[in-house]
């Protein structure tokens, strides 16, 4: 019997992967290069790997760590793991496609995961098949999960490291599975500076087991504690230790900083830093006004990403109903306490991150469980429907609410997926601009990573700051040339409108629908 239960799950597997791979590699092909700034970023410093210039970058695309100039130190904000991936890509072909497979494997199979929660919450084979194919569709991620970025790959490492804790609640003398969440939380921190939330998760819900242990089984069960710190720190130790290197603190500085923005526009402020004291002075109406906001575009976020709006309902009602069983609550506790908890600390904490794009990026460890749940959620409303209506046949109206619940997440994914933009009309915009350039011009403008991979010039970002502090930046580093366009700060309108012109500033030519070139002339001011 279990010779064939192992045959049919082989088969299920090597089917779903088939079908994921298809799925994603149509998503990939469409993708004739990276398609929006964290994926640029990412790509070109694989790029720079590959060559052999280490972890290093040619760009200045924040100034929050005072960076000493170009090139210099990369991922002292974000974290390197998609950069590895992807390296590792380009060491096999110079080419896009190449640094997209490890990124398509990851999509293709994430399915998998899908497959194994909902086959653990109700042992039915039908319903583990429906949770992998909603996995597949993709949804907001679709469009993002094939090219190098955090998407696909904390979907993995932080979907992962919530199974890992599943399993390790349900059998909390198996070591293994405690190690095996540990490794797979360094790699989500690895990946995202928020992964440092699975650690606390782990922490936690070893803590909240503590209680149901005897005393004669206590050292057995803290040896798991142990071996998934130990499992984290074999991955994160390295990395800790190049952090303290360059800053002398084993985290980032930077990232505390953005807790204490005021406007997202500020990751880009040169000069000036971020603290309690000038949060505070921002004013208590505003910071509330702000929060307000942040929980607004999280509920948002929870509605229309992680529950794939018609799909929330499905999925929030499966998430309640089998949370309360005592033989399924313990395996979704890890899921129970993150999903808040990831919730909460984007909006409350990281508020002006978290609106623009951290949540969606860390909310992609919940894809894989929440489609699980969306499909555990179809057949508790065909069962409550038979309740009510006795001419209802549930094995059959459930096969077929399956196939129909399969086609509208589809055809969602496409909807919503298919309207980002590929950036094409920028990528012409940029060449023409590197053709008016000397080749050894550093370009100030508003997509350092977009503009590096496309042209390979070296690029500091625009500061969100006063014209005079603009040549101060440009002086800086050397910049010899700025481009503008309709997404320059606010503060620079005037500028970009021509109703305020430098005599250290002239307007070069214009190119595409909105990009504007000036020269940076280094004297004067």
Same mark, same amino acid.
């Given at each position: 019997?279990?010779?064939?239960?192992?045959?049919?799950?082989?088969?299920?597997?090597?089917?779903?992967?088939?079908?994921?791979?298809?799925?994603?590699?149509?998503?990939?092909?469409?993708?004739?290069?990276?398609?929006?700034?964290?994926?640029?970023?990412?790509?070109?410093?694989?790029?720079?790997?590959?060559?052999?210039?280490?972890?290093?970058?040619?760009?200045?695309?924040?100034?929050?760590?005072?960076?000493?100039?170009?090139?210099?130190?990369?991922?002292?904000?974000?974290?390197?793991?998609?950069?590895?991936?992807?390296?590792?890509?380009? =060491?096999?072909?110079?080419?896009? !496609?190449?640094?997209?497979?490890?990124? *398509? +494997?990851? /999509? @293709? $199979?994430?399915?998998? %995961?899908?497959?194994?929660?909902?086959?653990?919450?109700?042992?039915?084979?039908?319903?583990?098949?429906?949770?992998?194919?909603?996995?597949?569709?993709?949804?907001?991620?679709?469009?993002?999960?094939?090219?190098?970025?955090?998407?696909?790959?904390?979907?993995?490492?932080?979907?992962?490291?919530?199974?890992? =804790?599943?399993?390790?609640?349900? !059998?909390?003398?198996?070591?293994?599975? *405690? +190690?095996? /969440? @540990? $490794?797979?939380?360094? %790699?989500?921190?690895?990946?995202?500076?928020?992964?440092?939330?699975?650690?606390?998760?782990?922490?936690?819900?070893?803590?909240?087991?503590?209680?149901?242990?005897?005393?004669?089984?206590?050292?057995?069960?803290?040896?798991?504690?142990?071996?998934?710190?130990?499992?984290?720190?074999?991955?994160?130790?390295?990395?800790?230790?190049?952090?303290?290197?360059?800053?002398?603190?084993?985290?980032?500085?930077?990232?505390?900083?953005?807790?204490? %923005?005021?406007?997202?526009?500020?990751?880009?402020?040169?000069?000036?830093?971020?603290?309690?004291?000038?949060?505070?002075?921002?004013?208590?109406?505003?910071?509330?006004?702000?929060?307000?906001?942040?929980?607004?575009?999280?509920?948002?976020?929870?509605?229309?990403?992680?529950?794939?709006?018609?799909?929330?309902?499905?999925?929030?009602?499966?998430?309640?109903?089998?949370?309360?069983?005592?033989?399924?609550?313990?395996?979704?506790?890890?899921?129970?306490?993150?999903?808040?908890?990831?919730?909460?600390?984007?909006?409350?904490?990281?508020?002006?991150?978290?609106?623009?794009?951290?949540?969606?990026?860390?909310?992609?460890?919940?894809?894989?469980?929440?489609?699980?749940?969306?499909?555990?959620?179809?057949?508790?409303?065909?069962?409550?429907?038979?309740?009510?209506?006795?001419?209802?046949?549930?094995?059959?109206?459930?096969?077929?609410?399956?196939?129909?619940?399969?086609?509208?997440?589809?055809?969602?994914?496409?909807?919503?997926?298919?309207?980002?933009?590929?950036?094409?009309?920028?990528?012409?915009?940029?060449?023409?601009?590197?053709?008016?350039?000397?080749?050894?011009?550093?370009?100030?403008?508003?997509?350092?990573?977009?503009?590096?991979?496309?042209?390979?010039?070296?690029?500091?970002?625009?500061?969100?700051?006063?014209?005079?502090?603009?040549?101060?930046?440009?002086?800086?580093?050397?910049?010899?040339?700025?481009?503008?366009?309709?997404?320059?700060?606010?503060?620079?309108?005037?500028?970009?409108?021509?109703?305020?012109?430098?005599?250290?500033?002239?307007?070069?030519?214009?190119?595409?629908?909105?990009?504007?070139?000036?020269?940076?002339?280094?004297?004067?001011?």
């Amino acid at each position: 019997m279990r010779s064939v239960f192992n045959r049919t799950l082989r088969r299920d597997l090597a089917t779903i992967a088939l079908i994921g791979l298809f799925v994603q590699g149509l998503w990939a092909l469409r993708l004739p290069h990276p398609s929006y700034f964290d994926a640029f970023y990412y790509t070109t410093n694989a790029q720079r790997l590959a060559e052999g210039y280490g972890f290093t970058e040619e760009i200045i695309w924040q100034y929050l760590d005072d960076p000493p100039g170009i090139p210099h130190p990369s991922f002292t904000y974000w974290m390197p793991l998609p950069a590895i991936l992807a390296a590792a890509g380009y =060491l096999v072909s110079d080419s896009f !496609r190449a640094a997209q497979v490890p990124f *398509w +494997l990851m /999509a @293709g $199979l994430l399915p998998w %995961l899908g497959y194994a929660v909902a086959w653990r919450l109700t042992r039915q084979r039908r319903l583990a098949w429906t949770a992998a194919l909603f996995t597949a569709a993709g949804g907001y991620y679709a469009s993002y999960f094939s090219q190098p970025s955090t998407f696909a790959l904390f979907a993995w490492t932080g979907g992962g490291c919530l199974l890992a =804790l599943a399993w390790a609640q349900e !059998r909390p003398f198996a070591a293994r599975y *405690w +190690l095996l /969440a @540990g $490794l797979a939380a360094g %790699l989500s921190h690895l990946t995202r500076a928020d992964g440092l939330l699975l650690l606390l998760l782990g922490g936690w819900v070893w803590l909240l087991g503590v209680r149901q242990v005897q005393r004669a089984h206590l050292w057995q069960y803290t040896q798991g504690a142990l071996l998934f710190g130990l499992g984290y720190l074999l991955v994160m130790a390295g990395w800790f230790w190049r952090t303290y290197q360059l800053t002398g603190h084993i985290l980032s500085p930077v990232g505390t900083q953005t807790i204490f %923005l005021t406007t997202y526009n500020d990751v880009f402020a040169y000069g000036r830093s971020f603290d309690l004291q000038s949060y505070l002075a921002w004013g208590w109406g505003n910071i509330l006004r702000s929060k307000l906001e942040a929980l607004s575009l999280a509920a948002q976020t929870f509605v229309g990403v992680t529950g794939l709006t018609v799909f929330t309902f499905f999925f929030v009602w499966a998430w309640v109903v089998y949370a309360r069983k005592a033989e399924t609550g313990r395996f979704l506790r890890p899921f129970t306490w993150y999903t808040p908890g990831l919730y909460v600390a984007m909006f409350l904490v990281f508020t002006f991150p978290g609106q623009r794009g951290s949540l969606l990026h860390s909310s992609s460890a919940l894809w894989p469980w929440s489609m699980a749940l969306a499909a555990c959620g179809v057949d508790l409303a065909v069962d409550w429907m038979a309740r009510r209506r006795r001419t209802w046949q549930p094995a059959q109206a459930k096969r077929l609410f399956a196939v129909v619940f399969t086609l509208i997440v589809f055809l969602v994914s496409m909807v919503v997926s298919g309207a980002h933009p590929l950036r094409a009309d920028e990528r012409e915009a940029f060449l023409q601009i590197a053709a008016a350039l000397p080749p050894d011009a550093i370009v100030m403008i508003g997509s350092p990573p977009d503009f590096y991979y496309h042209t390979r010039l070296r690029a500091l970002v625009v500061p969100n700051e006063p014209p005079e502090v603009l040549l101060q930046v440009a002086r800086r580093y050397g910049a010899t040339h700025l481009v503008l366009n309709e997404d320059r700060p606010p503060i620079l309108a005037m500028l970009y409108t021509g109703q305020l012109t430098l005599p250290q500033i002239e307007e070069v030519g214009r190119f595409g629908e909105s990009f504007v070139l000036y020269e940076i002339r280094q004297r004067g001011g």
